[in-house]
């Protein structure tokens, strides 16, 4: 069994930045991914970014590209998400998943074993 927490949202002007954590515990999980999701009002979960812990591949939806990093501590057994210049259309609740083999589309969310209780991102105008 794997406990993602989230920590670190909260309420930044726009174009603004904010480091998101996810800290996670249970088992051994140096070979799988982990990502970012996020969820709007009304919306559907929507991904974000996810990172390969093996070869430390990064990806991106369009829509964060070149304004949020993904990143990861093996020792700490936690994934970052830094988000940089941050939008009103960011504002959404961010969850971490993780998940435990390969996958052909780390985009879906139905491919993620665990996930964290989300922490809040409000972008204020």
């Known amino acids: 069994q794997v406990q993602l927490v989230e920590s670190g949202g909260g309420l930044v002007h726009a174009g603004g930045p904010l480091r998101l954590s996810c800290a996670a515990s249970?088992?051994?999980?140096?070979?799988?991914?982990m990502a970012w999701f996020r969820q709007g009002p009304g919306q559907d979960r929507e991904y974000v970014a996810h990172i390969r812990w093996s070869a430390a591949f990064t990806y991106y939806a369009d829509s964060v590209k070149g304004r949020f990093t993904i990143s990861r501590d093996n020792a700490k057994n936690t994934v970052y998400l830094q988000m940089n210049s941050l939008k009103p259309e960011d504002t959404a609740v961010y969850y971490c998943a993780l998940v435990a083999r390969n996958s052909r589309n780390y985009a879906r969310p139905n491919e993620y074993d665990y996930w964290g209780q989300g922490t809040q991102v409000t972008v204020s105008s």
């Open positions: 249970g088992r051994t999980f140096s070979s799988y991914a």
